[in-house]
């Protein structure tokens, strides 16, 4: 890997930084330009609430739950890329409630101008990170592209009513995040070259730590709704929720966990356009404290690459989920409540 290791991945992207997706606003006004699809009754979650994934039933008794996600490099290190597009990927699945069976890659790739084996590692670190997660790679599409990217389409499977969606929150419930946030911040400053080598294998290790211990753990619990921080970031992704769910929620922002040195990292301005996109579209449906400045207002709603999961549990068994999630080396903490006040809001405190 001698001649790989000379290449900065980052730096061959046009935007670099967090794989943001389209923005949340931009996107849903393209969505309002489509034909309705026909009506199908065995499409369990479709479109209408942003959820994570599709499910679509097969029997009584199973669906198959499907995802596909792929960005621009976030790290430099192509095995890591590769690892942390896979966990990405993956997390989906979780997110609502899946088990994950199959992947295809998604391969765009500058084959004339880098060397084969950066892509080689790529492969090999999502491969690696597909044997962790239990699940078989059945095949995949590549381009010859000038920029690179990768990602994977997953598919899982589950029982129609054990789903997991982002719109079944209910008042009581307390809102534990499995990961900490401030990861688009942080990749951003990967490609400035304003982290040590030490922070830059901290960050890569959360985005390439699954959620399949945070996801088998919370099985046991009643988590009324789930969904994944990833693009859309902390606010993004809860308003999806509150929204889905027609309640309110609290967050408590003290109890959030960052990585470190963020809000350093965002003053010298490693603040990715996305997260930006994120806090424009939410700030109409957040109340945010008066004394709160702008840089902690976009850490909450920072592009995230491979977050936690967000679970709205049962309001009596989330200390209980906290501590075993804890126990099994989850960074897991209790960041919010749901509450019947302002529905479709969130209430920053």
């Given at each position: ?89 993956i997390s989906d699945i979780y997110a609502m409630g899946g088990t994950p069976l199959t992947a295809l890659n998604i ?78 911040i942080s990749t951003t400053s990967i490609k400035r070259g304003l982290l040590s080598e030490t922070e830059i294998e ?128 989850v960074e897991a903490a209790i960041i919010g409540e749901v509450v019947s006040e302002h529905p479709g809001r969130i209430?920053?405190?």
């Open positions: 890997m001698a001649q790989s290791e000379k290449i900065k991945l980052t730096s061959l992207t046009t935007k670099g930084g967090c794989g943001c997706k389209i923005g949340p606003a931009d996107l849903q006004q393209v969505m309002r330009t489509l034909p309705q699809t026909l009506p199908d009754s065995n499409l369990l979650v479709g479109l209408d609430t942003s959820d994570d994934a599709g499910v679509y039933r097969l029997t009584d008794d199973l669906a198959i739950v499907q995802t596909v996600d792929f960005f621009t490099p976030i790290v430099d290190e192509p095995y890591s890329f590769g690892q942390v597009a896979a966990a990405n990927a391969v765009a790739f500058p084959i004339s101008t880098l060397p084969k084996q950066i892509l080689a590692e790529i492969l090999r670190g999502a491969g690696d990170k597909l044997k962790e997660a239990g699940v078989t790679l059945v095949g995949g599409h590549s381009i010859d592209d000038k920029e690179p990217k990768f990602g994977l389409a997953v598919t899982g499977k589950i029982h129609p009513d054990r789903i997991r969606t982002n719109a079944g929150a209910k008042p009581g419930d307390r809102l534990i995040l499995t990961k900490p946030i401030g990861v688009g901290r960050v890569t290790a959360v985005m390439a730590t699954l959620n399949k211990n945070a996801a088998d753990i919370s099985q046991g619990y009643t988590v009324h709704a789930s969904t994944d921080v990833t693009g859309f970031g902390l606010l993004g992704h809860a308003t999806e929720m509150a929204q889905g769910s027609k309640t309110g929620l609290h967050i408590f922002k003290d109890k959030v966990p960052v990585l470190s040195r963020v809000r350093e990292l965002a003053e010298q301005g490693a603040v990715p356009g996305g997260t930006k996109n994120n806090f424009a579209h939410v700030e109409s449906s957040v109340d945010f404290p008066d004394h709160m400045d702008q840089i902690e207002k976009w850490i909450l709603c920072d592009a995230v690459t491979s977050g936690g999961l967000l679970l709205a549990v049962d309001g009596s068994e989330a200390e209980r989920l906290l501590n075993e999630l804890v126990r099994a080396g209430r920053v405190l």
